[in-house]
């Protein structure tokens, strides 16, 4: 798997977060966690989840941005020959494959998302790519919470509009999909679920 060792990961989103500090750092180490967690009773690699977890809102580094972040994060780690990791910048935010999913605005140009739309439907999603449409709905910046909490969240900073159930409906999904695999709730294994979501 092209993807960094977990020394360059962690030195790679330290570095980011010099340039553009915010809770998106910590959402991306809840990321990580979850990833490793799941990915330890999944039979996919526990290390290698955790990296790409950290990385997966690299493009965040550039500023406050909107979706243009996953292809600012895919363009940095492809230029850094980690392909894989670049990848999952990209597809952990698409559970579903259109781009009319996507709440609120796009920051893209047109011929950059043409771009990303393409490379969307021309991946045949893996269980890595699944994974982190999972755990990105499964962290906030304060830990790991139920799903219902991140989306509900998230559906009041931007909005919804008339691909939102659908797109719930596909994370469940892939949340049934682990879980089958797992023999159990993911629940069962990511920790602090009850204190992040409840506040206590």
Known sequence: MKI???????????????????????????VALAAKCIAEHA??????????????????????????????GFKFLQGLRFDDAARICITHSFVLKTMDAHEGRWDCS??????????????EFDDYDKLFQ????????EGICLI??????????????????????ALFEVQTYFEQKMGQSIYKVLPGVVETTFGF
């Open 134 to 141: 999972l755990c990105d709905a499964l962290a906030i910046a």
């Open 43 to 72: 039979s996919l690699d526990a290390e290698a989840a955790y990296v790409l977890g950290l990385l997966h809102d690299i493009g965040r580094q550039e500023g406050v941005h909107k979706m243009r972040h996953t292809l600012d």
């Open 4 to 30: 960094p060792t977990l020394d360059e990961a962690e030195k790679l989103l330290s570095e980011a977060e010099q340039r553009n500090p915010g809770p998106w750092v910590a959402h991306s180490k809840n």
């Open 110 to 123: 047109t011929e950059e998302l043409e771009f990303i739309t393409d490379f969307v439907n021309a991946t």
């Open 148 to 169: 219902e909490k991140r989306i509900v969240n998230v559906a009041l900073r931007v909005g919804v509009n008339n691909q939102t159930v659908a797109k719930w409906k």
